[in-house]
């Protein structure tokens, strides 16, 4: 089991920046990946990182703006906005597989979430 706790949600005007990050309870060694959620919308797939390989792999509304990253501890899961626009405005969850998946866009890839981090971009 893995325990996944975001931080770093906030309110900011457009063309800022934010971090997110998602401490877990123990290193994560399958793919790991941020959704972001607005109310009445499905869940949205935003960007994923294999930590074996480091390969990462972004949306592409977000591929020039946003970075993922994992620290050397493979505990703490970066979620770097840059360039921030009001439709990034979503709450944001982190989440973790427990086995290697092909279709890291799935939510059903992935067993563990956090709780949810809110991102408010404002014009």
């Known amino acids: 089991q893995v325990q996944l706790v975001e931080s770093g949600g906030a309110s900011v005007q457009a063309g800022g920046s934010l971090r997110l990050s998602c401490a877990a309870s123990?290193?994560?060694?399958?793919?790991v990946a941020w959704f972001r959620q607005v109310p009445g919308k499905e869940r949205e797939w935003v960007a994923v990182?294999?930590?074996?390989?480091?390969?990462?792999f972004l949306t592409d509304s977000v591929k020039d703006r946003f970075t993922i990253s994992l620290d050397s501890a493979a505990k703490t899961m970066s979620l770097q906005m840059n360039s921030l626009q009001p439709d990034d405005t979503a709450m944001y969850y982190c989440a973790a597989a427990d086995r290697y998946f092909t279709s890291y866009a799935s939510s059903t890839a992935y067993k563990f979430w956090g709780q949810g981090t809110q991102v408010t971009v404002s014009s």
């Open positions: 990182l294999y930590p074996g390989s480091g390969t990462t």
């Open positions: 123990r290193p994560l060694m399958y793919s």
